[in-house]
């Protein structure tokens, strides 16, 4: 397989989990959902539309927003990122064949999922190396214009962001304060899996290259 065919296909597989993960939380928001989702949520009960279709909506402006601060972060993956996950949050969504809320300690169980198959397509896509997603590119175009970490910028904005979806009526409860210390971890160890596997996939296609010219 191309290397670039085969990054190009754990990016996609990666966005599909990652908006797999999502819808399966939203099926259970009312325990609480990540401060992004609340803004979605909250945007989709007050204006209508979808709650993907709001996901694509705020990734846009970000990504114009980034386009003049530091425009290095924006790649067609970034757009691809952008303009794929709220589709297909909303198509496992209109699929209706996820679970649903139970109103019993079952629905954190449900949450927990959706939040570890969210943390492993976000490593799944950043390790496929076509490119940052909208959120992750303006989190590094403000680190570089302030004087924050990334870490800094990004709980400085995701707090701004959650009060906004508060004000607003979204979602907000205890695994909405939770939600990035299960994620990041089951992230990181996604994303390393996955460099791993990018790395070895690349290695095998250069030894073949090598194979070839000799």
């Known amino acids: 397989m191309e290397l ?3 990054q190009y296909f754990l990016f996609f597989l990666g966005l599909t ?3 797999l993960g999502n819808a399966i939380a939203v099926k259970v928001k009312y325990v609480g959902l990540h401060p992004w989702e609340v803004l979605n949520v909250a945007l989709y009960q007050r204006l209508g539309l979808t709650i993907g279709t709001w996901g694509v909506v705020s990734g846009l402006v970000l990504i114009i927003i980034s386009l003049f601060v530091a425009r290095s972060y924006i790649s067609i993956g970034t757009i691809l990122n952008a303009i794929c996950i709220g589709p297909i ?3 496992f969504l209109w699929l209706d064949i996820l679970p649903k809320a139970t109103n019993t300690w079952l629905d954190y169980l449900i949450l927990l999922s959706g939040i570890v198959i969210t943390g492993i397509g976000g490593g799944m896509y950043v390790a496929a190396g ?3 997603g909208p959120r992750d590119g303006f989190m590094l ?3 570089d214009r302030t004087r924050l970490s990334v870490s800094q910028a990004r709980i400085i904005v995701e707090s701004l962001v959650l009060i906004i979806g508060f004000l607003l009526g979204g979602p907000v409860f205890i695994a909405t304060f ?3 210390f299960i994620q ?3 992230f990181h160890r996604s994303l390393k899996l996955f460099k791993a596997l990018v790395a070895t996939v690349k290695k095998k296609k250069n030894q073949a290259h090598e194979g070839i010219v000799l």
């Open 4 to 6: 670039k065919v085969f």
């Open 17 to 19: 989990f990652f908006g």
């Open 89 to 91: 949050m909303d198509f």
């Open 130 to 132: 076509i490119g940052a």
């Open 141 to 143: 175009s403000i680190s």
């Open 178 to 180: 939770i939600y990035t």
């Open 184 to 186: 990041s971890p089951v």
